[in-house]
């Protein structure tokens, strides 16, 4: 009988505790479920919270809650798709909430509550930074190179569409990121000659390169850039712009009232790098030697020279 008794009251504690909890919800979807007693430490002259416990909750919690903003971009017909509106967690109403919580009794439902992060580029920004033309400049490839042709390809599209508000600096490896297999480039086996290569992503330079030209054209303050230790004939002596993951990078700054539009294709063995702005951006343009058109002696490379090469 006593025994039976016992039971019953372990019984009846167990099921107590088990209602005794913190449901967290986001938008009406359970996103966590802790007890309250994992958050307190029962020392003398407490309770006192736990922060062992509390900090990797809050960090759990927030990146649950967390939508990162899209820009808006413009496709290849020159369409504006719209952006989107990122959220974060409001982290002083979720822990207002949190602690009051920890001190009450049976089960306690949080909704969470966010704040809104509003994308750097909407689509009124780019219908405005696309009217003027403050700058180009296109170089020659060979296209039937086609390890080196799909590189180029890929930074330009990382390039395209960016935009650097007035005051920012743009840093080519930043935006391109690294050049790995993983992201889509492939190793060189033929390039440029004086080109030099990071083992995957030969031609790059190319485009950093392009979009150095472009940038000067468009009289954009140049803030970093390298060259190669020899020629390169896609451009003209001394106007290449060599850059390296783990080395040299291209950067300028937007010195001008207006935010610039970066755009990059490619088609048939050329490479076109434009500046856009708006009408009522105050620039002054360089004037720069144009590219020719003949196509750059190429040499053949083993992977392991690559390899040894920054780009």
């Known amino acids: 009988m006593k025994i039976s008794f016992l039971l019953g009251i372990l ?3 167990q099921q107590t505790n088990s209602y005794d909890q913190i449901i967290v919800q986001q938008e009406g979807k359970t996103i966590a479920i802790e007890k309250r007693s994992d958050f307190i430490l029962p020392l003398p002259g407490g309770p006192f919270i736990n922060l062992e416990y509390l900090s ?8 649950e809650s967390f939508q990162k903003p899209m820009n808006a971009t413009i496709d290849e017909n020159g369409g504006i798709h719209s952006e989107t509106i990122g959220y974060k967690l409001d982290q002083t109403s979720f822990t207002t909430q949190l602690f009051d919580s920890l001190f009450q ?52 599209n ?7 508000f007035p005051g920012q600096t743009f840093s080519f490896n930043k935006v391109v990121g690294k050049r790995t297999a993983h992201k889509g480039y492939l190793p060189a086996p033929i390039i440029v000659k004086g080109e030099l290569s990071e083992g995957i992503g030969g031609g790059i330079c190319q485009v950093s ?20 230790s020899k020629t390169v004939r896609y451009v003209p002596h001394g106007r290449d712009a060599t850059v390296s993951w783990y080395g040299p990078d291209f950067r300028f700054m937007n010195k001008y009232n207006q935010p610039i539009l970066i755009k990059a294709k490619t088609y048939g063995g050329k490479l076109l790098v434009s500046i856009y702005s708006s009408d009522s951006v105050n620039f002054k343009p360089r004037k720069i030697p144009s590219a020719s058109h003949q196509l750059p002696e190429e040499i053949k490379v083993s992977i392991e020279q690559e390899e040894k090469s920054p780009e």
């Open 11 to 13: 019984l009846f504690s």
């Open 158 to 164: 990382a390039i395209n569409n960016h935009v650097v």
């Open 105 to 156: 009794k049976g089960t306690t439902i949080i909704e969470v509550k966010k704040t809104p992060i509003y994308p750097e580029v909407d689509s009124e920004i780019l219908s405005n930074i696309q009217e003027k033309r403050i700058g180009q400049y296109i170089t020659y490839y060979n296209a039937t190179n086609k390890e080196r042709s799909f590189n180029i390809q890929l930074a330009a």
């Open 56 to 63: 990797p909750f809050l960090k759990k919690i927030t990146k």
């Open 209 to 228: 390169s392009t979009l150095f030209n472009a940038v000067d054209n468009s009289g954009l303050k140049i803030v970093q850039r390298y060259s190669h």
